[in-house]
């Protein structure tokens, strides 16, 4: 037993999960003997794998022409680098700071970023996960822009004050020369030209640096002798400038939505002044002001006019007009509109030189929420067909799943189907963005990603070999009846907001079933079909659930188990077990004017076409009960073998044939325990006709806004991890003192202690860890499963815990897992000869057993335990404790190459496996140090060692908790940075070379080394070497790892001393055998002489 730790109560978020007792067999058992388990916890270790999805919040770009790699950063310090399709790569600032601008060292595999921290960062791209070579913190002067010239190693940082530093990127050390604002326009103006907004060298004449102020002004400033050559003012602030490539003309875009071109030569007046989206007046007076040009790039190509592109820019009078792109061909002028806000966009070229024709052939765009390149070369300026993953966020994500190891033919099949959906009138062109190479994986196993969207959707992933690629999506709202307005908006909603989005989904790989829950309390099943088909009427079961009329005052139970005692129930029929359906025309009001058997969506009455893909067999729809709404759904499962649909909620239970199209069961979560009903339940205390509005996504992020989605359904007095503002219709008190469905699993197995065959059984977790079993008699040809009713009858209660299950799984008598039985798919819409002979049912191997003899064991996981029940006999074997001072909000029992485990997710941001059946501690890491709402919802593990969560609203972070794949990452990863010729400068010509007028190189390191510049001041900024760098690597080392290379540094160092004592030591040797052959010698010289001959 641990020792009381007050700190681990006060703080639920942050304290270690720790178990209050080791995971030990009970008394009696020798399980632990007969079964031998593998899973060692060297088998484990957890890290971060690979990111997929838009850059959450983008906030700059950069692109290397010669490496073709694209670099986008964020405002939360996050940094994505994209090569060819399925070469990606994600780092993170440590600070988080927003990043203000990137800038590639070209073809030399490197990076610079700044951030609004005022800090520069030099990243290493050589490595297959980049890090940080050496950063330099600025502490009296705000970054605002920075310039590096091509082939260059000295970087122009320009500052908020007007000045600019310049700094060597090899070392990263600041240069004693500094270009002070006040130098720079001296008496031109007479106030302070604002912060820098724009460095650039001439194309032409590397000494000629072009500094843009804020303010409207403009300077030339010569590095050689420290002075302006020519400036140049206009009276509208500037946001961006742009050179052409003979250095003659540069162009400004300003504020009031003009651009000025100037002649370097001729700073009184701009040689031409247009506004591109400008009205112009018929008496020739200025035209009306428009919308600032936030950007524009000037490019030449050698056999065509030029291209000016900009942002912005519009005339105000276009209100509510959609974000815009102008490409200015020519005297052609193209508006091209985009989907949302844009960030920043960047031409690309053909050549890195600015001195050369830039030979444009596609524009990179940066939008708020996506990522468009458009082809330049082609008429209209179509897009490219993106082949990242960016649309993970095309409507906000509501639940995920996470499938590995699926059979092989799965995604060939939803690739075949969903190919089908692309969209038309894509460049022809190959992706632009090509560079690095994909990593040499092993992992060959196929990996499918669902996601669920708040716009009903569901969208299939191919995530195998750590890339992400859409294979289908499934649009689930087309069986239901959308209001055009708000005004036909049917007022039996109980969301105001998204009430097709997807709650939770539960999918057979083998079979191909899908059914999927809505926050509208629908539940729809689909079977995958190749074939296209019509359906003449959409098949419709409406189901009442009653209200439970009373509420649960649970006894602490503390984790006992259960009585054990059966109630055996008849075999029940639907008229017995449950009320009969109500048809959709059913009336709305009740005869007290309450609403009454309506549901909350109106399913489309006209036939429907279904593509080939995912086709709708049945929709379930929760009614109004005499003015109550229907509570949503918790839990779901589905069966292909028994051709059964399981669902539960806060009300009770209902079981539904989908091959019949009939209601088998639908009973209250107390009728589940019959006479064996531990708790006792107190009369419900009145609510409020309407749940709490906003489903599942809020406005701002498309996530859970309330934060009670994240709670503990089932304690009252649990933790405060999550005890922020809570705001409902429904009092805490009703909401958490009813007993809801919170776990479903279909299996074989003896739910009765007197079996001794298996049956079909229906497991039913709840909120209060109680554990029930129901009996299923399936008729078992394929005849009379279509004839006769399935038999139900109630088992009763068989364990219970702390908490509210999670997971409950089978495990055989050598504690392998049982997965559940499945059929084999088949083609519903195939002719029948066909569908009869690849129809075929694969059962589970059904456990047997003598009498007095356990043959299985169930796997249960709650919010607080998990324990290991051995049957028929429903002794617990295995017991543990996995957290006191926090809850779990995921739990898998998943296989791993070595064994089987539970793998699980704490609210205080643990993640934890536990070996099956004994529940040993294997691995504990602290992960997350605070649990988001974002995660709790969407964090699932898989098989094999592999997991993943939404860790922004746009992108998703796969994981491992696998030691072996941790140990293949390096391999699996794809590599950045190939080794690539840079392209032959531009040819300068006998004429330009004879005469001087092509490109003028400088020599930077006499200007700006230490020799003739001097040291910079010191208080300036501060330099931090980085974890990429050898002073990093000394500095960083920590750990066993860290003590052994300091140690071995210590070594070098020692050794390098000894050496030179050693070389000292023979020095003075030498110096004192020679100072003794000189004395031997004198008193040679002087020995037979007198005094007076000396």
């Not at 590639?104 to 990076?111: H, P």
């Not at 109106?602 to 005499?626: A, D």
């Not at 008190?733 to 469905?741: N, P």
Request: glycine share 8%; charged share 20%; hydrophobic share 35%.
């Amino acid at each position: 037993m641990k020792k009381f730790n007050i700190r681990k109560v006060l703080d639920g978020l942050t304290a270690a999960s720790s178990s209050s007792s080791s995971a030990s067999p009970q008394s009696g058992n020798r399980e632990n003997d007969i079964i031998q388990e593998t899973l060692q916890s060297e088998h484990f270790q957890l890290c971060k794998t690979v990111r997929h999805g838009f850059p959450y919040q983008p906030s700059a770009m950069a692109f290397d022409p010669v490496q073709k790699i694209l670099a986008i950063g964020t405002q939360t310090g996050a940094l994505r680098l994209f090569g060819r399709a399925g070469v990606e790569c994600h780092c993170q600032h440590e600070t988080g700071s927003a990043v203000i601008q990137l800038q590639f060292l070209i073809n030399e595999g490197a990076l610079v970023s700044a951030l609004a921290d005022d800090s520069v960062h030099l990243w290493n791209l050589r490595q297959k996960i980049p890090a940080v070579l050496h950063s330099l913190k600025f502490s009296r002067e705000r970054i605002t822009f920075c310039h590096l010239p091509f082939q260059s190693k000295w970087l122009y940082i320009g500052t908020e004050r007007g000045n600019i530093h310049i700094v060597n990127v090899e070392s990263f050390t600041l240069s004693g020369y500094v270009i002070m604002w006040n130098k720079a326009i001296e008496l031109s103006s007479k106030t302070h030209p604002g912060p820098v907004v724009h460095i650039s060298d001439n194309p032409m004449d590397e000494g000629k640096l072009l500094i843009g102020f804020e303010c409207g002004f403009v300077v030339l400033w010569d590095l050689k002798s420290k002075k302006a050559d020519y400036r140049y003012s206009y009276d509208e602030a500037i946001h961006s400038v742009a050179w052409h490539h003979e250095g003659k003309l540069f162009v400004c875009s300003h504020s009031d939505g003009t651009l000025t071109t100037w002649n370097v030569r001729s700073p009184a007046k701009p040689a031409q002044i247009i506004t591109p989206h400008g009205k112009q007046p018929k008496d020739g007076k200025k035209p009306e002001p428009c919308k600032p040009i936030l950007k524009v790039e000037y490019k030449t190509a050698r056999a065509g006019d030029t291209f000016m592109i900009l942002s912005g820019g519009l005339s105000y009078d276009t209100v509510g007009r959609r974000a815009c792109l102008t490409v200015m061909h020519g005297k052609s002028t193209a508006v091209l509109e985009m989907d949302y806000p844009i960030v920043d966009f960047l031409a690309l070229c053909e050549t890195p030189y600015p001195n050369d024709y830039q030979e444009p052939y596609a524009v990179v765009v940066l939008l708020e929420k996506d990522l468009v390149v458009i082809d330049l070369a082609q008429p209209g300026y179509p897009s490219f067909e993106n082949p990242y993953p960016l649309t993970i966020h095309e409507s906000p994500v509501t639940c995920c799943e996470y499938f590995v190891d699926c059979p092989a033919e799965l995604i060939p099949a939803l690739y075949s189907v969903g190919s089908r959906q692309k969209r038309q009138g894509y460049s022809k062109k190959e992706w632009p963005i090509n560079g690095g190479n994909w990593g040499q994986g092993t992992q060959s196993y196929p990996e499918i990603i669902i996601t669920g969207h708040a716009d009903g959707s569901v969208k299939f992933w191919d995530a195998s070999a750590l890339m992400l690629q859409v294979l289908y999506k499934l649009k689930t709202v087309k069986v239901f009846e959308k209001a055009r307005n708000k005004e036909e908006k049917p007022s039996t909603d109980i969301v105001e907001e998204d009430p097709f989005a997807i709650q939770s989904l539960s999918w057979c790989p083998e079979s191909r079933v899908l059914c999927v829950a809505g926050v509208s309390a629908h539940v729809l099943v689909y079977r995958f079909s190749k074939q296209e088909t019509t359906t003449e009427e959409v098949q419709l079961l409406e189901v009442r659930m009653q209200p439970e009329l009373n509420e649960v005052d649970s006894p602490d139970a503390g984790g006992e188990q259960a009585s054990a005692v059966s109630t055996p129930g008849a075999s029940s029929s639907p008229q017995s077990s449950a009320p009969q359906t109500h048809p959709s025309t059913s009336s709305n009001n009740s005869s007290d004017g309450l609403r009454d058997n309506v549901p909350c969506l109106r399913v489309r009455n006209t036939s429907l076409k279904q593509s080939p893909g995912y086709q709708v067999e049945l929709v379930i729809q929760l009614v109004w009960v005499s003015g109550e709404p229907p509570q949503q759904i918790t839990s779901l499962a589905v069966n292909s073998a028994y051709g059964l649909v399981a669902f539960g909620n806060s009300n009770g239970l209902a079981v539904v044939d989908y091959l019949q199209k009939t209601l088998l069961l639908n009973v209250g979560t107390a009728e589940l325990y019959g006479s064996s009903d531990p708790h006792q339940r107190q009369p419900r205390s009145p609510r409020k006709a309407r749940q709490p509005s906003g489903g599942l996504c809020d406005g701002n992020d498309g996530f859970v806004g309330s934060e009670d989605r994240c709670k503990s359904p089932t304690s009252d007095a649990r933790d405060n991890s999550f005890s922020r503002s809570r705001s409902s219709s429904v009092t805490s008190i009703d909401k958490e003192s009813r007993e809801v469905i919170t776990s479903l699993h279909f299996c074989d197995c003896l739910s009765r202690k007197s079996e001794v065959a298996a049956v079909t059984s229906l497991w039913v977790g709840t909120s209060l860890g109680t554990m029930l079993a129901i009996s299923l008699n399936v008729p078992s040809t394929p005849d009379q499963r279509m004839q006769q009713t399935v038999g139900i009858s109630f088992c009763g209660s068989v364990v219970r815990l702390k908490g509210g299950i999670l997971r409950m799984a089978l495990l055989d008598s050598t504690g392998a897992l049982q997965p559940p039985a499945y059929e084999c798919w088949y083609d519903p819409n195939a002719p029948e000869e066909e569908r009869e002979r690849t129809k075929r049912r694969r059962p589970a191997s059904p456990p047997s057993t003598q009498e007095n003899q356990d043959s299985h064991y169930a796997v249960v996981c709650s919010e607080k335990q998990a324990k290991v029940v051995a049957l028929p006999s429903q002794n617990c074997v295995f017991e543990h404790n996995i957290t006191e001072n926090s809850f779990v909000l995921r739990a898998d029992v998943v296989v791993m190459p070595a064994g089987i485990c539970i793998a699980c997710f704490c609210a205080n941001g643990h993640i934890m496996t536990l070996s099956l059946p004994s529940l040993r501690p294997m691995l504990d890491v602290n992960y997350l140090p605070l649990t988001d709402m974002r995660i709790a919802r969407t964090f699932c593990f898989s098989n094999l060692g592999q997991a993943l969560y939404l860790t922004s609203p746009t992108e998703i972070q796969r994981l491992t908790y696998s030691q072996e794949t941790c140990d293949n990452l390096q391999e699996m990863l794809g590599e950045l940075f190939t080794p690539v010729e840079t392209p032959e400068a531009p040819n300068r010509g006998f004429f330009k070379g004879l005469f001087g007028g092509g490109a003028q190189s400088l020599d930077r390191e006499d200007l700006f080394g230490e020799l003739a510049a001097g040291k910079a001041s010191r208080s300036l900024a501060q330099h931090i070497p980085g974890p990429g760098s050898m002073e990093g690597m000394k500095g960083a080392a920590s750990g066993v790892v860290g003590e052994l290379a300091r140690a071995r540094i210590a070594l070098d160092e020692r050794g390098q001393k000894l050496g030179e004592l050693e070389e000292r030591t023979a020095a003075m040797m030498a110096s004192a055998d020679s100072f003794s052959k000189h004395a031997h010698d004198v008193m040679l010289k002087y020995k037979d002489k007198k005094w007076y001959q000396l």
